[in-house]
């Protein structure tokens, strides 16, 4: 039995990823940073360590006789005041090369590491920018490095879902953007099933896989199509400027108490499309994902 550790295992990706490890009969660690909060683990057979990620001892011994590591780690969310005055993607940076340090010390080869579509050496934006170097520093460190790029993910629990299936039941929807920047959306368990798919695959060693299904739809259809599933009229759009937006972030920074630079990062890379070509993937791994509305569907009933 493989003994995995879970970096992120608080989240929303993390959790869904530490259920199904358990189900599957893995043992598996979580590292947390309190323990005594994370609800999101209640009921899950697994161990619970003390750990942050941006402190290299405590990273040390979560990595203690572990196997293989998988890193689902999202430094938009506020941090803590250690490190209030750093760039989100300068703490992400240094937790990896922390994570690489311990995998080294204690001979643990296998790692993934979940970012997201759209990532490219070409990206004009910080947080795009930031994780195309977080990619490359990790698929150089010499370890069994995979790379899962998922687009929007439908699950609940998503932020990005969270709120395209919130708009679809409303009478009006606020749209970030025009609403035709296009998407490629993966249902969670679909992430989730490429996720552990890789793990004991070699030939998914050193390599960066774009997943999603076969949709293709914009921000707009997004919501009209969630609608659709849930029984909702088509709702009115409301789009709000980008450029509004990112000229209010660090006002809205300081009012949300977010790290400095975090909201202007993540609406630098909202207008691009988030498409990718899963095809790589699915010459290993050949279960066909979930349609959208499939996948919405199955979230609403799990709501």
Not at 35 to 48: F, R, W
Not at 137 to 157: A, E, F
Not at 285 to 297: D, F, M, T
Request: aromatic residues 6%; proline residues 4%; glycine residues 10%.
């Amino acid at each position: 039995m493989k003994k995995i550790l879970v970096i992120g295992a608080s989240g929303f990706i993390g959790g869904y990823l530490t259920r199904e490890l358990v189900a599957e009969g893995f043992a598996v660690r979580c590292m947390v940073r309190n323990p005594d909060k994370v609800k999101e683990l209640a009921g899950i057979d697994c161990e619970i360590v003390k750990g942050d990620f941006t402190d290299s001892a405590s990273v040390q011994q979560a990595l203690a006789s572990i196997d293989a590591v998988y890193v689902s780690i999202h430094t938009l969310a506020p941090q803590h005041k250690d490190t209030a005055d750093q760039e989100f993607m300068d703490i992400e940076m240094n937790a990896l090369t922390n994570i690489v340090e311990g995998c080294r010390k204690h001979g643990v080869r296998r790692l993934i590491y979940v970012t997201a579509l759209g990532i490219s050496a070409d990206a004009k934006d910080a947080w795009t920018a930031g994780r195309w170097k977080t990619q490359q520093y990790l698929l150089n460190s010499g370890l069994d490095v995979t790379v899962i790029q998922p687009g929007m993910i439908v699950g609940i629990g998503g932020q990005g879902f969270n709120m395209v299936l919130a708009n679809a039941q409303k009478s009006t929807a606020f749209v970030i953007g025009n609403g035709r920047n296009k998407f490629r959306c993966i249902a969670i368990d679909d992430l989730v099933y490429n996720l552990i798919g890789v793990l004991s695959e070699p030939k998914a060693y050193g390599q960066c896989f774009e997943v999603g299904s076969d949709d293709i739809l914009t921000a707009d259809q997004l919501i009209d199509e969630a609608a659709d599933v849930v029984g909702h009229a088509h709702p009115g759009k409301v789009h709000i400027p980008l450029g509004l937006l990112r000229f209010a972030a660090p006002l809205i920074e300081r009012i949300a108490r977010s790290p400095k630079g975090a909201i202007k990062g993540a609406l630098g890379g909202l207008g691009a499309d988030m498409i990718g070509d899963p095809s790589a993937i699915r010459k290993l791994l050949p279960r066909k994902p979930l349609s959208y509305k499939q996948a919405v569907a199955k979230a609403a009933e799990n709501k």
